[in-house]
């Protein structure tokens, strides 16, 4: 495992859940191609309600509309890495949100199994 520490990038993407690239859900897609250049972690989240642009409100209340809740891709890594990922990001993304800042990191390792697991409980 690749250590991160100090200052580094969060990269932050934001998109709609209906985004597809060649059938495949898009936030799937970046996903591997993050985890492919080797980047030290990423998360999907799946918002509950949220607008864009277009300032129609997406929301799980109004069934409808339910298709297109926000996804957010959180990823924090070195300059050069964020950078690199950023290059091959912008062929997969027609619309959405990107945006990048400083984050300094306190504490990235690896969780130990359980005491319960490592005894085969």
Known sequence: MRGIKGEQ???????????????????????????????????????VAGYGHD??????????????????????????RIDAALARLDGLMAGGVVTVERAQVIRYTHTPPSREAAQGS
Not at 24 to 40: K, N, Q
Not at 55 to 80: C, K, M, N, Q, Y
């Open 55 to 80: 300032r129609a409100v997406h929301t799980v209340a109004i069934e409808v509309a339910a298709l297109g809740l926000p996804v957010v891709i959180e990823v924090v890594d070195s300059p050069e």
């Open 9 to 47: 990038v969060l990269l932050r993407i934001i998109l709609s859940e209906s985004r597809t690239h060649d059938d495949v859900p898009l936030h799937r897609v970046i996903l591997e191609m993050l985890r492919a250049e080797g980047l030290a972690g990423a998360t999907v989240l799946k918002g």
